[in-house]
């Protein structure tokens, strides 16, 4: 696998490297079998050459021509054979430049006359050891302005217009050990007012009971300024919220589910607020059967007319068919219990039928005595000749006969007789 091994080239000093030098980069690489292929990185991008914008790659050179601060950063090299790929060691090129102005700053301030206002001038330097100068421009007249103190990259100038012609533009130059800052901050001074209105409001989140809101804001009329929201209910003609915040972004809660607002938002600061922009917003409803209350996740019913009566023709209907029920049931009982008494008195007709058979026929047999016209009375006589059916009595001479229904069958005539004595 090759190794490598990367450096600046022999004549450059890397703590003197300046913006608008020559920089070049030499790739030293030791491989057998010989490599076949050499890429140059600047973080972790493949560098090609681009000769307009001065960056040859040569094999094992790499060439910067009037190098640029935005050329700072980590170089490497890589080379491939048969054997793999071997990748160098990187090299933090560093580039010197004179001041530039920082971008993003605020560059507008506003200041009532005889009021101080401070204004921050902050630059980009290597290295970033730098001295500042401050002047003043309006109507064509310079001044320089002594009043400013510096911290590090930043200088802060301390201005108070006295009259009208003390507003206009104000300067800021650095240096550092490379040079003049080449074009200056500049900072505008008017006079201070309320601010301008929240441009872009947009209501976005909405829920049952909150409404998130987010504008992008003006200018702050030269003063520090903060802004306002305030809830309206449409209906009620009343203020529900009433919320400050630094940044034009607010969240309201704690509002009635279902309910059209009107919402004002407006930006303010010791000169005034600004005119109100104002949306409108409906917070959603929540199902007919629930209100929220409170913080907590209690939850409430409550039921409207037609809600209610819905509701009791559901409990109606359910109640009638319970009732149908229990007596479907009931019944089904009744006629499976007539079934079987039916059952049961169809088997005793015949049981007694038979008992009367035997009775009859053991009559038939008997010449019964006395002056009784009856044929067979329920008292056998004793001269009545011994039958099958009462072989096993143990008194003969009077027996009494059950009744019928007591009797299953002939064969149970013999467990179920006794005698008088």
Not at 51 to 79: E, H, K, P
Not at 324 to 336: E, G, H, N, P
């Amino acid at each position: 696998v090759p190794q490598l091994s990367l450096r600046l080239g022999s004549k450059l000093r890397h703590s003197h490297i300046q913006e608008g030098n020559d920089v070049y980069f030499e790739c030293n690489i030791r491989a057998a079998p010989w490599v076949t292929e050499i890429r140059w990185w600047f973080e972790g991008k493949e560098i090609h050459t681009n000769t307009s914008a001065g960056v040859i790659v040569s094999n094992q050179s790499l060439v910067l021509q009037r190098v640029q601060r935005l050329q700072r950063g980590r170089y490497t090299c890589s080379a491939v054979n048969t054997e793999g790929e071997g990748e160098s060691n990187s090299v933090h090129l560093r580039v010197q430049y004179a001041p530039v102005c920082k971008p993003g700053q605020k560059i507008l301030y506003g200041a009532a006359r005889h009021e101080s206002v401070k204004i921050y001038c902050e630059v980009e330097a290597d290295p970033p050891e730098v001295n500042f100068r401050w002047g003043f421009n309006s109507s064509g007249e310079q001044m320089e302005i002594m009043n400013h103190v510096t911290e590090g990259s930043t200088s802060v100038a301390t201005y108070m217009p006295r009259t009208e012609f003390d507003y206009g533009a104000l300067f800021c130059w650095a240096r550092n050990s490379v040079g003049t800052q080449l074009e200056p901050c500049t900072f505008t001074i008017i006079p201070a007012g309320p601010p301008d209105s929240v441009k872009n409001c947009t209501v976005m989140n909405v829920t049952e009971d909150s409404i998130k809101v987010d504008c992008v804001e003006g200018y702050d009329g030269g003063l520090l300024q903060h802004f306002i929201l305030e809830i309206h209910d449409t209906i009620q003609h009343k203020l529900k919220a009433n919320i400050s915040n630094a940044w034009p972004s607010f969240t309201a809660k704690r509002l009635p589910s279902g309910s059209s607002f009107l919402i004002v938002i407006y930006a303010a600061n010791t000169k005034g607020r600004s005119k109100g922009v104002a949306l409108t917003a409906t917070t959603l409803s929540l199902p007919e059967s629930m209100n929220r209350l409170g913080r907590g996740n209690v939850w409430q019913l409550s039921f409207s007319p037609v809600l209610a009566v819905l509701i009791a023709i559901v409990f109606a209907l359910v109640v009638i068919a319970f009732v149908i029920v229990i007596v479907m049931k009931f019944k089904s009982s009744s006629a499976r219990l007539r079934n079987e008494r039916a059952k049961n008195r169809n088997m005793k007709d015949k049981t007694t039928i038979a008992i009367r058979k035997s009775v009859d026929e053991i009559c038939d047999v008997c010449t019964c005595g006395g002056d009784q016209d009856d044929k067979c009375p329920d008292i056998i006589p004793a001269n009545c000749p011994p039958h099958p059916v009462f072989s096993t009595l143990q008194h003969p001479r009077r027996v009494r006969v059950l009744p019928p229904h007591a009797i299953r069958s002939n064969d149970d005539i013999n467990t179920h007789q006794h005698t008088d004595v």
